[in-house]
């Protein structure tokens, strides 16, 4: 089946820096998007980007479809970035199954 | 207020009770999903729904049973078949084909 791999696993930054979280997956996809999860388990929409580039204050994100990854970048990170950041693709073989990479774990100190 | 509700929040089941999680939705979404999320893991899909009636296995069914009787609900039984029931459980929906959106979820403990 599709395998999606994120990277770094874990960082950790001082706040203000910037960062970026890839996510490759091995097979087409119809979408994608990217969740940010707080300390209490929600899942916030961050962006759903199947192709090209969005942006929403400090974050934005690419998605290259026909090379199989996507990027999010984060600009003057503050310690409320802090969470588990999720990319997840809908398969493009029909349906809406989703597989949902490992994440990227971020701790942004103040 | 538009939004997916779970209920309940918290949950503790002894060992070979069955349970039931409760996923309800008032955004006219058509499909609904349910997951899993064990400790500092990603989430894992269990079913999925596209339509009222209809419902296909994702790839951690086993244990699991949904129904799909009215498109704003789509209930998620923990049998006792599932051997490590302790988890996270999340429910999302979406319009066909769009964003998917997630309910807070609940914590289920087996004792």
């Known amino acids: 089946g599709i395998q999606v791999e994120q990277s770094p696993p874990d960082l950790i930054l001082q706040e203000g820096a910037n960062s970026t979280l890839r996510c490759n997956f091995s097979d087409s996809v119809n979408n994608l998007q990217w969740f940010h999860q707080n300390p209490w388990g929600q899942l916030i929409n961050l962006f759903y980007i199947p192709s090209g580039t969005k942006q929403n204050g400090r974050l934005s994100a690419t998605t290259v479809a026909t090379e199989r990854y996507s990027l999010l970048y984060i600009s003057s990170s503050q310690t409320t970035d802090s969470g588990v950041y999720f990319c997840a693709v809908e398969l493009g073989t029909g349906g809406f199954k989703t597989i949902f990479g490992a994440g990227t774990r971020l701790f942004v100190k103040a | 207020d538009g939004g997916i509700t779970q209920s309940p929040k918290y949950l503790f089941r002894k060992e070979g009770q069955n349970v039931t999680l409760s996923c309800e939705q008032n955004?006219?979404?058509?499909?609904m999903y349910w997951y899993r999320q064990d400790p500092g893991q990603g989430l894992r899909l269990i079913y999925y729904?596209?339509?009222?009636?209809?419902?296909q296995k994702g790839d951690i069914a086993e244990g699991y049973s949904v129904s799909r009787e009215k498109k704003e609900s789509f209930p998620l039984t923990v049998t006792s078949a599932q051997k490590n029931p302790t988890a996270f459980y999340l429910c999302?929906?979406?319009?066909?084909?769009?964003?998917?959106?997630f309910g807070p979820g609940t914590r289920l403990t087996v004792l």
């Open positions: 999302a929906s979406s319009s066909r084909g769009n964003e998917q959106f």
């Open positions: 729904s596209q339509i009222v009636n209809d419902f």
């Open positions: 955004l006219n979404h058509d499909a």
